[in-house]
């Protein structure tokens, strides 16, 4: 009797753990009772992986994930694909509708090293412009890739560690993979609880994808983390990501599918972007000895044909890197942004809004419109003293009605008016970046070709005595300043209608 129950026993905690996806063992298993349909698990080690860190798995995941995707003997397709602890060292692993690939704890993806020119998948042919990069114009030459799929996830707490990928230089060899995960036109798709560890050019690319969800990520790369292409439906929260060469989320709307589509409705929140030594955040020591630049940052832009509108950004920390930009040069509108709450320590240029004109697109493309930007309750404390906040369009093109609100800004200080270029240059049909107009003339804020700004509850200050002026603004139309100070005075240029 007593053995008889702890057989039952048994056999109800197996069915259960398979379910759940936790109990490796056998190609499918299904619940006793599942709740809205078969479970189907399909373990990576019973197509032929050995997860030894030697051997080439990737066939053997491909093959899980084929099994998965095929119908089985009690419903439709679809099932988790299952990899358990252990070192797979892969080539590119291709994704398929309504399949979960699964990195269980102690799981580790590892990007292998080509050999003799073969590994990865090839580029596939791109759409035939120059408007974008190369790492933004293909997919396929990843360690993970899927293109016009729904219903795909790919989850953790495993490891991919991209040691084998490749950035800029040699990304376009054959054989070479450059992107840690790349999506092209799916939908429905959820990214969560994974570590990315040297993703390539770019750890992960979605371009064209809608309805999306990017949650509880730690990224540690020397290239761009998170690279949010022509998207719609999107939702990141809950990421670390340490990128002190590259940015740490990039929005873009390039012209890599061949149309301008605009990257919208996005809300990002609860979430860390830093520039430590690359592997630091990683590996918990968060050192800052290198010595180079530092981005890191949350930015909107470059690419911008299509452009952005209704993002909701709120509740981030920016550590030792860039602050947040927000750029639109390619003929997009860049409108309709939220940011609330946003700490940020040893920054480059906190607030940067940038319109110009580079228009790296079509020909007859017009400059855009950057309008309609709320900034709210920004600590900063510690940045830069040669690059201030700055608000700047070009002429004839403004940017406008944008409202900043309970900002305290904070910089080292210890310069004067001879330390720094009195007349920036426009630079308007430049790559639109922090340093390109040199040290500022303002410690504070430096604002040019601004139609309606308003300063309520804005307070800036440096460590050290520092005697250029606040703010500096030129060319700009309908500046209200409430309730704001200024440690030292306020240089107006050519300024209508301005309240302080």
């Known amino acids: 009797m007593d053995n008889a129950l702890s057989r039952r026993r048994m056999i109800i905690i197996g069915a259960s753990a398979a379910a759940a996806g936790l109990l490796p063992g056998t190609a499918e298993a299904e ?35 084929d099994a998965a995707a095929s119908p089985g003997p009690s419903g439709g397709p679809g099932g988790t694909v299952y990899v358990p602890a252990g070192t797979y060292a892969c080539y590119s692993i291709r994704l398929r509708s309504k399949v979960a690939l699964h990195l269980a704890p102690g799981a580790t993806l590892l990007a292998a090293q080509p050999v003799d020119g073969r590994g990865y998948d090839p580029p ?17 030459n990843s360690l993970i890739w899927g293109e016009g799929l729904t219903d795909v996830t790919v989850s953790g707490p495993g490891l991919i560690d991209g040691r084998g990928l490749v950035g800029g230089r040699g990304e376009e060899d054959p054989g070479a993979g450059n992107k840690a995960i790349a999506l092209k036109r799916c939908r429905n798709v959820r990214i969560s609880d994974l570590t990315i560890l040297n993703g390539g050019s770019l750890a992960i690319l979605p371009t064209g994808v809608d309805n999306l969800r990017i949650d509880n990520l730690i990224i540690d790369t020397y290239s761009d983390g998170i690279n949010l292409d022509c998207c719609r439906n999107v ?3 809950g990421f670390s990501i340490n990128t002190p060469n590259a940015d740490a989320i990039c929005l873009k709307s390039s012209y890599a599918l061949d149309e301008a589509r605009a990257t919208e409705n996005v809300t990002i929140g609860d979430c860390l972007v830093s520039g430590y030594d690359l592997g630091t955040l990683h590996d918990g020591t968060y050192r800052t000895v290198g010595r180079h630049q530092r981005i890191g940052r949350i930015k909107f832009g470059t690419e911008s044909v299509g452009g952005f509108r209704n993002i909701a950004i709120s509740n981030v920390i920016f550590e030792h890197c860039r602050g947040l930009a927000l750029q639109t040069v390619d003929g997009g509108r860049l409108e309709d942004v939220t940011i609330s709450n946003l700490t940020m320590r040893r920054v480059e240029m906190p607030i940067f809004l940038r319109l110009g004109a580079r228009l790296s697109a079509p020909a007859g493309t017009e400059p855009g419109r950057l309008r309609r930007i ?22 004839g093109h403004p940017v406008e009605d944008v409202r900043l609100s309970n900002v305290r800004q904070r910089v080292t200080g210890g310069l004067g008016p001879g330390d720094v270029e009195q007349n920036p240059p426009e630079d308007g049909a430049g790559y639109p970046e922090t340093d390109k107009f040199g040290p500022l003339p303002a410690y504070g804020f430096f604002l040019r070709h601004v139609d309606g700004i308003t300063f309520d ?9 520092d005697t250029r002026p606040a703010y500096v603004l030129r060319d700009v139309a309908d500046a209200d300043f409430h309730h704001s100070r200024p440690v030292a005075d306020t240089r107006l240029d050519h300024v209508d209608h301005a309240e302080l």
Do not use: C, L, M
């Open 124 to 140: 596939e042919p791109g759409v035939g412009n120059d408007f974008q990069d190369f790492a933004h114009s293909h997919w396929r």
């Open 374 to 395: 709320a900034i709210s309750d920004v600590i900063v404390d510690g940045a830069d003293p040669r690059y201030p906040s700055t608000i700047a369009g070009i002429p």
């Open 235 to 237: 939702r990141i929260s």
């Open 31 to 65: 619940p006793a009772a599942p709740a809205t349909g078969p479970s189907r698990i399909f373990d990576v080690r019973r197509y032929g992986a050995k997860g030894d860190g030697v051997a080439i798995d990737s066939g053997a995941v491909n093959r899980a994930i």
């Open 457 to 465: 509850n804005v307070e800036v200050g440096f460590e050290e005595p």
